[in-house]
């Protein structure tokens, strides 16, 4: 599975160029600038493949299902392959990519999911 995105150009910004624009820009251009950037394509192609996770999960009612989710390997990034930026944005600005990518955002649970099933684990740091 990829992600609905066009290919990244070769004119696009790289990550810290992008960090340079948008460095002095309202929070709400900033915004619009990622959406804008994403929507382009201007993100690593290691963030366009989809992973697998499988696992089992019980219901309300103690029923076992099996569960199968589609995740991107990491944040969404901004850049090239060789110059990117895992990149904050409000969460209007992340739902309105993944409405437009037919994805949704993650709950805390799912979040778990996806940690406990990675292949590298590192230490939240709030």
Known sequence: MFL??????????????????????????????????ILKGNNPNFLRN????????????????NVILWVLPDYLSIGSNDNFVRIPMTPQTAQRIANYCNCLLPTKKIVDKIWYHGTVKLNPQP
Do not use: M, Q
């Open 4 to 37: 609905k995105i066009p290919p990244r150009s070769e004119k696009s910004f790289t990550g810290s160029a992008f960090i340079n624009y948008i460095e002095t820009l309202p929070p709400e251009d900033r915004d619009e600038a990622i959406y804008i950037e």
């Open 50 to 65: 989809f992973v697998k996770i499988e696992f089992k999960e019980k219901d309300a009612r103690g029923k076992a299902h």
